[in-house]
């Protein structure tokens, strides 16, 4: 597919139409998905997309000659370009939920740290966010772009090694958020005006949670189908892959009953107190799996009603950090308990006595930047120090972000965890992700299955930090669809047909 600007299904960067090799930044294609963000929030008032304002950046601020040929110097050709087609946001607008929109020329180099190589191109739209804030910052000689929340984010891009994106992947990652719903553009949002206006972040979306359902049905499928059919051996064998996925697909498609439905009852989940929110819609959305199923990966069992009566934390003292808080909820757990501390951040630090497995995080539901449906794997060992397991990022587990060079360092709970986020804030991956690569390494044959479901005991996990098995154990960024990357592992390659995770970046993540 090639790149016309008369074509909105060529503007964003997806296998079918990657980064194109121009000289500079592709200001073309910039400007044209810059320009569809401002139109998507222009849409949510209700007034027409021709009244929208359609002044450019340059129209606005370069107002005469000596201006024009102060910044015709002061910017990269294609950067200039770029401020020529860029529309500026209307005033009470901002332009996407996180960066209120492009800086006046007054401010484009305020943070700049060396030279006006680099500048804050999309300051951020709540200043609250960091205590030194910033935004998306963009170095017009490499024509590459990150996100920073606050200024002291710089030691950790410019550490020699992070590699900056093209502006035109940063656009397609926040139009990800957007189509996923995780954030909306509302006349009116549901915590009333804010600084990001008329963009709301809502704390997990309708897809976000239809894709953990999804995937969770699809791996208990698959392990089920395993059973069922003993002699078949996805491992290596494409063809048995392939018989796996039909097996699975036919179940999935296949009409359930009503005693199908649910981990957990409505009922038991009253009794614990859980009340709406992700880890409930979860709980009574899923396919509930044969009986005879009770781990869903190496030594992670499913819950049970049991664990909900009571929930690990519910009547644990803690104090009061966040005024809506969403306590952590034990989703698949090992049968071995902490003597010490799991979490590691205020105010669950102290908490000894907890089960091993994945949770979901501690988040304040009215905060400005909430993923519901974050986790984390908890593992009773370290990982990482012999330098092969990775974060999202690529980064190794344990390593010192800010350090020109990696030094990898045992951690329990960095597994599947994002290092750095080029994008948006800091979060944890969203337990879909999660679920997703789970189902993708139970199809490819990594995980073995028998009568229980996947075998091989938490120390399985291990294996992330293997140079034959850390590829299988690490999320990739949601710049756009991460299966291409892993599909290049050939031992991986044939067992990731169903697993997508196209929905925001973050992601990605």
């Not at 139109?39 to 201006?67: C, F, N, V, Y």
């Not at 009215?366 to 009773?380: A, I, K, M």
């Not at 710049?479 to 990605?508: H, K, W």
Request: charged share 25%; with cysteine.
């Amino acid at each position: 597919m090639v790149f016309s600007i008369n074509d909105e299904s060529t503007w964003r960067v997806t296998p079918e139409n990657p980064v194109r090799e121009v000289n500079g930044m592709d200001w073309e294609r910039c400007a044209a998905l810059h320009n569809l963000i401002l139109t998507l929030g222009w849409a949510a008032g209700g007034k027409p997309e021709s009244e929208m304002p359609r002044e450019t950046w340059w129209q606005t601020h370069i107002t005469d000659p000596a201006l024009e040929a102060e910044w015709s110097a002061r910017l990269s050709p294609t950067l200039k370009q770029f401020f020529q087609a860029a529309f500026e946001e209307a005033p009470d607008q901002s332009f996407f939920y996180y960066v209120r929109g492009l800086s006046c020329p007054e401010n484009l180099f305020e943070t700049c740290h060396e030279d006006e190589g680099t500048m804050c191109l999309y300051p951020l739209a709540d200043p609250n966010m960091g205590s030194d804030p910033d935004g998306l910052n963009f170095d017009q000689e490499m024509s590459r772009a990150i996100f920073h929340v606050d200024i002291s984010n710089y030691s950790i891009t410019n550490n020699g090694r992070t590699v900056w994106d093209p502006l035109e992947v940063v656009f397609t990652a926040w139009l990800g958020m957007i189509d996923s719903g995780k954030i909306v553009a509302t006349s009116s949002p549901v915590r009333g005006p804010g600084e990001a206006d008329p963009w709301e972040l809502l704390p997990y979306s309708q897809m976000d949670l239809q894709a953990a359902v999804g995937y969770f049905d699809n791996l208990i499928l698959k392990i089920e189908s395993l059973v069922e059919n003993p002699s078949l051996q996805p491992k290596d064998n494409p063809e048995d892959q392939a018989k796996l996925v039909a097996l699975a697909t036919a179940k999935f498609d296949a009409p359930r009953s009503p005693n199908e439905m649910g981990l957990i009852s409505k009922e038991a989940l009253d009794r614990a107190g859980l009340n709406q929110g992700f880890v409930r819609d979860f709980l009574t959305s899923v396919r509930r799996p044969k009986a005879n199923i009770k781990y869903i990966g190496p030594g992670l069992r499913l819950p049970t009603e049991s664990d909900f009566s009571p929930l690990p934390l519910r009547n644990v003292d803690i104090p009061q950090l966040f005024p809506n808080p969403v306590l952590p909820i034990p989703l698949f757990v090992t049968g071995t308990r902490s003597t010490s501390p799991i979490f590691e951040r205020y105010p669950l630090q102290d908490l000894p006595n907890l089960p091993y497995g994945l949770w979901t995080t501690y988040v304040n539901r009215d905060s400005d930047h909430v993923f519901e449906d974050g986790c984390r794997l908890f593992l009773p060992f370290n990982i990482g120090a012999s330098g092969f397991a990775r974060r999202t990022d690529d980064t190794l587990i344990g390593e010192n972000l800010e350090s020109a060079k990696a030094r990898p360092s045992g951690q329990r709970n960095e597994l599947y965890q994002t290092g750095y986020n080029h994008f948006i804030p800091l979060h944890e991956p969203q337990l879909a992700d999660v679920l997703g690569q789970w189902q993708a390494i139970v199809e490819a044959g990594l995980w073995e299955v028998d009568e229980e479901g996947v075998v091989g005991g938490i120390e399985k996990f291990k294996e992330a930090d293997t140079e034959d098995g850390s590829y299988i154990y690490q999320l990739h960024m949601k710049c756009y669809d991460p299966i291409d990357i892993l599909r290049q592992r050939s031992v991986f390659r044939a067992g990731l047909d169903g697993y997508s995770v196209m929905r925001e970046n973050p992601e990605t993540g």
